[in-house]
């Protein structure tokens, strides 16, 4: 029996990395995309396809395009698609914020995550898996992060829509809303002072893995959870 598909926007690196490894290893072929520059190396499992695409999630046409390459490629729609692309800006007050910023994180965060939720939408096969990921700050505010966080919130909308438009065709749709995770994106512009501020966040007084959350991700887009739908399920080490 051939392997189910997945398909990992945003997987080249941290959380979306770890992602396909864990579906590779439990058992689907995956593909990922990335926007500049593929990963060097691989330490996928035996037996597992692995293909990585350049998209600008931002071009829907580019987004269209690699569901056609991947059911080209692997001979079927994806079972499973983890919505991750994104970026982050530099943070600052609302009254402060960088207007052309706020447009680039609303252009990636929110046009981009629609463009990939509408073609995930038409193209995952019936019963298959929709898994996006936002971040607990939208519900655990934090100063400098309000525009960010509100990208994230318009996304988590989406996905919550999306389950009631897709229960007919047996499709779950869920996010996973990360807190502080140790990646190259959550290090940038961080000294290890700040660093350690975000672990603080938590009770346990440190940040999260991308494996930690690459579990979720696969857990979610497993049979094992074949009862949660609509929901945000929140991997942050106890930051409540």
């Known amino acids: 029996m051939a392997n189910k598909v997945a398909l990992v926007f945003g ?47 931002t071009d829907p046409s580019q987004v269209a395009g690699v569901f056609a390459a991947v059911k080209s490629d692997f001979g079927a729609n994806p079972d499973c698609i983890v919505a991750n692309a994104g970026i982050n800006v530099p943070p ?20 981009g995550a629609f463009n990939v939720l509408q073609h995930a939408a038409r193209n995952v096969r019936d019963g298959g898996t929709i898994v996006g990921v936002t971040t607990t700050l939208v519900r655990f505010a934090a100063p400098g992060l309000g525009p960010y966080s509100a990208t994230k919130a318009a996304f988590e909308c ?19 809303a990360p807190g502080p995770v140790d990646t190259d994106l959550f290090r940038s512009g961080k000294d290890e002072a700040a660093v350690q501020r975000s672990a603080a966040m938590s009770p346990f007084n440190r940040v999260g893995k991308p494996e930690e959350v690459a579990e979720v991700i696969a857990f979610l887009a497993s049979p094992k959870s074949s009862w949660i739908a609509g929901q945000i399920v929140q991997p942050n080490g106890g930051l409540v």
Not at 22 to 38: H, I, R, S, W
């Open 11 to 57: 997987g080249s690196r941290g959380i979306g990395a770890a992602a396909v490894k864990k579906l590779a290893e439990q058992g689907f072929d995956v593909a990922f995309t990335y926007v500049a520059n593929p990963p060097a190396g691989s330490d996928m499992p035996s037996g597992a396809k692995v293909s990585g695409y350049q998209v600008d999630i």
């Open 158 to 176: 989406l996905l919550r829509s999306m389950q009631k438009e897709l229960a007919g065709r047996g499709i779950r749709v869920n996010g996973v």
């Open 92 to 111: 600052g007050p609302v009254s402060d914020f960088d207007n052309d910023n706020f447009r680039k994180l609303v252009e990636v965060n929110l046009v």
